[in-house]
């Protein structure tokens, strides 16, 4: 909140990376959990995070939880429920989701987030998407961007957004 009032912003991404202050990429996260438990331990800290934080652009990385889940991507269907609540709140909120490109150097079968939420976030009405190529090196810059685009068109969808003064500017796709 003090980052949000102190600095003007033209955009923040919103990403979760912890649960109950352990790191969601360290062994011990997973330790002593099924794949359901632990999947489902994260969509509900990240629910609570939308329900409590308004100040951001965009929600990035709702699945990116896929890249460390040493069993392999959780199906959908475990945690729907909590995605669909996750969206409408985002939604309602006038905010968006990030795709992410990144999943195509990570060797994801799916894409981030997976179609199936990308889907959901249509029906409910979701348009503000930003496309991130989550670049750690600058070789990566933009990495998959094309190639993200045409698979949004494909569901469906007509823009992308940039930001500026954190009011989303559309884009044709």
Known sequence: EKLYETYPMDFILHSNHQVNDVEIFLPEYFAGKSQKEYNRVYYEELLKTVQLYKHY????????????DPKGECPLE??????????????????????????????LKNTTPCKGILKMYKELGGEILTIGS????????????????????????????????????????
């Open 134 to 173: 989550d670049s750690p090196a600058p070789g990566q810059l933009g990495f998959n961007i094309a190639q993200s685009q045409e698979m949004l068109k494909d569901l469906g969808f007509e823009y992308f957004c940039t930001f500026e003064k954190m009011k989303p500017i559309f884009h044709k796709l």
């Open 78 to 107: 475990d945690f729907e429920d909590i995605v669909y609540e996750i969206l409408k709140i985002v939604i309602a909120d006038h905010k968006g989701i990030e795709v992410n490109t990144a999943n195509v150097r990570y060797h």
């Open 57 to 68: 652009s965009v929600l990035g990385h709702i699945d990116g939880f896929n890249r460390y």
